[in-house]
Nanobody, 126 residues
Framework: VQLQAFGGGLVQAGGFLRLSCAAS????????MGWFRQPPGKEREFVAA????????YYADSVKGRFAVSRDNAKNTLYLQMNSLKPEDAANYYC????????????????????WGQGTQVTVSS
């Protein structure tokens, strides 16, 4: 499985961006998908996750109510709609996919994901 994230860029505080992550290869092996971010000089942190069919989502408290994760399995694409962006949202954003079924529980730590995209940079100016 290969993941490619794109859609990052420079945006003013209060603005919005939509990140996409295209999956290719053996996509039938993908279950949960998620977004993580890594601000400069900090560790990678969980942002959002979504179950295979999209019926279950989970967000970090810092983005709840502002970000929305979704996926289109027909297009093998994961999305992250980011609204009301703040300077503290600036980071390199990574998409990830898990190949292990976790019924009723979404994966929220990096070690639970098997495949990673290359990251897309989000910069928020104040």
């Amino acid at each position: 499985v290969q993941l490619q994230a794109f859609g990052g860029g420079l945006v003013q505080a209060g603005g919005f961006l939509r990140l996409s992550c295209a999956a290719s290869g053996r996509t039938s092996s993908i279950y949960d998908m998620g977004w993580f971010r890594q601000p400069p000089g900090k560790e990678r942190e969980f942002v959002a996750a979504i179950s295979r069919r999209g019926g279950l989502t989970y967000y970090a408290d810092s983005v709840k109510g502002r970000f929305a994760v979704s996926r289109d399995n027909a297009k093998n694409t994961l999305y992250l709609q980011m609204n009301s962006l703040k300077p503290e949202d600036a980071a390199n954003y990574y998409c990830a996919a898990a190949s292990t079924v976790r019924k009723g529980v979404l994966s929220t730590t990096p070690t639970e994901y098997d495949y990673w995209g290359q990251g897309t940079q989000v910069t928020v100016s104040s």
